[in-house]
C-alpha cells in the first residue's frame, strides 16, 4: 500500500507498505482523509523537534473500518470512525488523574509514530470512535476542533463573559465555536483578515486584526474597562504568549494551546498583581471528540468556510508547498486517500 514519507528539507516520497496485519483487540482502516496540522507543517520544515525523518505524517483520521480483529465488539466492518491519535499509558499521573490527554509517555500518530498519510492505518479498537451519520471530510475535523474545545473547558468559562480567542487557525476555530456554544462573547484576534468571516460564522461576537488595531485598547474597552476574563492563546509565538497576560483581567484566566518554538519571557509582577489563573491545554479526551462531533450534528461549524482545499494522496507533497508559501490563505487542507 502507498503512504507519503516526509524527509528533512521539505522533501516529500512515496513509500510502499507491506499489508498490516491486526491483533485481536485492533481494527483496520481504510484511511479515507487525512488533514494537515501545523506539527505536520513544522515537519515539513523541519522544525519538530518530535519527529524522526523520514516519516509518516497525519493524525487528524477519517476513514471507514475494514476489518474487526476477533475480540472486538464495539466496532464492525463498513463503519466510519474518527481516530484517537494519541496513546496513554495508564500509569503515569496525569492518566492516573484522569486526564489521559496529557499522558507523560505519550505517542502520536504522524510524530512519535508513523501516521495516517497511508491507504491502511491499524489501531486499537478503544482508538476509534464511530460515527455513521458524519462524512469522512467531517471525521478528519474533529480532533483539530476538539483541541479547540478542550481549551475552552480549560477555560472554566461562565455564561456571558467576554472570551479572546488569540489565533484563528483550525484550533482556534475550534475554541470559539466551543466557547461560543457555552454562553461566552468571544473576541477572535487574528492578523489576516480574511479569517474574519469564518470566525464570525464559528460565533465571534467581534473580529480584531491585531496587526492594524491596537489590540490591547481595544479590548481594554470590554466590559466597561475591565478587559477579557478569558484570553485563550492559539498561535504559538513567543509575542502573543507574553502578550496574553496583558490583555486578560485582572482575576482573569489563560489558556494556553499554542506551542512556542523559542523559550518566552514573562513579567511575573503582571501575573502576582492580576492574580491570573494560567493553564496549559494539550491534545483532547474522548469527551472532547464526541462533544465536537455532537456540534457538527448541529451544524456549530461552518465546514465549507474552514476546508480550504481537496488535495489526493498523489499532490500531497504540492499541498504542503502550498500551504508552506502562503499560510494566511489556509484554514485547513484535507488529503483524499
Request: charged residues 20%; neutral net charge; proline residues 4%.
Amino acid at each position: 500500500m502507498k503512504a507519503l514519507t516526509i524527509d528533512k528539507n521539505s522533501l516529500t516520497h512515496f513509500v510502499e507498505l507491506p499489508e498490516p496485519t491486526i491483533g485481536e483487540n485492533d481494527v483496520l482502516v481504510h484511511v479515507q482523509r487525512v488533514g494537515l496540522c501545523g506539527s505536520d507543517l513544522n515537519t515539513y520544515r523541519g522544525f519538530n523537534p518530535l519527529v524522526v525523518y523520514p516519516c509518516i505524517p497525519g493524525h487528524e483520521i477519517g476513514g471507514e473500518v475494514l476489518r474487526v480483529g476477533k475480540s472486538v465488539t464495539t466496532v464492525t466492518a463498513g463503519d466510519r470512525v474518527v481516530v484517537l491519535p494519541c496513546t496513554d499509558c495508564g500509569v503515569c499521573s496525569s492518566c492516573l488523574a484522569g486526564r489521559p490527554n496529557a499522558c507523560k509517555n505519550n505517542q502520536t500518530l504522524g510524530v512519535q509514530r508513523a501516521g495516517g498519510m497511508s491507504q491502511k492505518l491499524v489501531v486499537p479498537a478503544a482508538k476509534v470512535q464511530v460515527n455513521n451519520a458524519l462524512s469522512c471530510d467531517e471525521l478528519a475535523l474533529v480532533e483539530p476542533l476538539a483541541v479547540g474545545l478542550h481549551a475552552a473547558r480549560r477555560g472554566a468559562i461562565q455564561i456571558g463573559e467576554w472570551v479572546a480567542v488569540i489565533g484563528c487557525g483550525v484550533i482556534g476555530l475550534g475554541a470559539i465555536t466551543a466557547a461560543a456554544a457555552q454562553g461566552a462573547r468571544v473576541i477572535a484576534i487574528d492578523i489576516d483578515d480574511r479569517k474574519q468571516a469564518v470566525a464570525r460564522a464559528c460565533g465571534a461576537a467581534v473580529f480584531i486584526n491585531s496587526k492594524l488595531t491596537d489590540l490591547a485598547g481595544e479590548l481594554e474597552k470590554i466590559d466597561q474597562g475591565r478587559g477579557p476574563a478569558l484570553v485563550i492563546e492559539a498561535v504559538g509565538q513567543s509575542s502573543t504568549i507574553e502578550q496574553a497576560s496583558e490583555l486578560v483581567a485582572f482575576s482573569g484566566r489563560i489558556v494556553y494551546v499554542g506551542y512556542a518554538k523559542y523559550p518566552v519571557t514573562f513579567n511575573s509582577a503582571v501575573f502576582l498583581l492580576k492574580e491570573l489563573d494560567i493553564r496549559g491545554s494539550r491534545n483532547a479526551t474522548a469527551s472532547d471528540f464526541r462533544a465536537v462531533q455532537a456540534l457538527m450534528e448541529q451544524g456549530r461549524y461552518p465546514l465549507n468556510q474552514i476546508i480550504s482545499a481537496h488535495y489526493p494522496l498523489e499532490l500531497a507533497g504540492e499541498a504542503f508547498a502550498a500551504w508552506a508559501a502562503d499560510p494566511g490563505a489556509i484554514t485547513k487542507i484535507l488529503i483524499n486517500l
